[in-house]
């Protein structure tokens, strides 16, 4: 399975993801303005790889000029259904539909990893202003958390991963970001309450279940909700997660 068809996989469940994935809390936008150095009211910012405009409406909600950039049809056709206000052109990273020097900010919310570095650092590089910032960020579950590393221990089994002895905070990091640019990174523990159903259906729409077996899929949530169902009793469940910020100026 290529990279670029399993980030394709979201189109078919855009507004599942639109409806259960979780959002960004507000202090992971004062953290991208102190660390890029840019104030998102009134900057002009591309959101690429943008989904269904989770990051963007926040963006959006900042006061920024935002221009969404995503590859895929269905998700496209969803962002314009959640923020008609809000432009969204056609493309990836690796190729930005966007004129030179034209864009204060870019941000990958989530995306950073579907791209190719090399091509996509010199178009951040193209496309930004002198002095203008690359922010990425992926939410995460907070590895602090002992039942949600005992549900991504689970999730590894599943997918013939090897489980770590240590969950470590800065997998991220050194997975994602490429050599030389300088990031500078922060990360940025928040909480949602969601149902228990909620939860189940956010794991749902994660790629590596999108392109699995429906009947393995199938068994594995049954038996997920049904321990879960075990933990949290009154059938809601408390996430946490720890959000991993890396901005540079390419």
Do not use: C
Not at 51 to 65: N, P, Q, S
């Amino acid at each position: 399975m290529t990279k670029p068809v399993q980030a394709r996989s979201f189109d078919a469940i855009a507004a599942a993801y639109d409806a259960h994935r979780p959002s960004y809390p507000p202090a992971l936008f004062d953290a991208v303005e102190e660390l890029a150095g840019v104030e998102l009211a009134g900057a002009r910012v591309a959101d690429v790889g943008a989904g269904t405009g989770l990051g963007t409406a926040r963006l959006y909600e900042r006061g920024a000029r935002v221009t969404a950039v995503e590859p895929g049809d269905g998700m496209a056709e969803q962002f314009a259904r959640s923020l008609p206000d809000v432009p969204v052109v056609r493309g990836d990273g690796n190729s930005l539909p966007l004129r030179t020097g034209s864009m204060d900010l870019i941000t990958y919310a989530q995306s950073w990893h579907w791209t190719d570095p090399a091509r996509s650092v010199p178009e951040a590089r193209r496309v930004l202003r002198p002095g203008g910032a690359l922010a990425l960020w992926w939410n995460d579950g907070d590895p602090s958390v002992e039942w949600l590393v005992d549900q991504e221990n689970r999730m590894r089994v599943f997918f013939g991963v090897e489980v770590p002895a240590v969950p470590n905070r800065r997998d991220r990091f050194r997975a994602a970001l490429p050599d030389g640019l300088g990031f500078r990174t922060r990360q940025v523990a928040w909480s949602r309450r969601v149902p228990l159903d909620a939860h189940i259906a956010n794991m749902a729409t994660h790629s590596d279940f999108l392109i699995g077996d429906p009947a393995a899929v199938r068994d594995f949530f049954d038996r997920e909700r049904a321990l879960l169902a075990d933990l949290f009793p009154d059938g809601q469940v408390d996430e946490a997660y720890l959000v991993s910020l890396a901005t540079a100026h390419p």
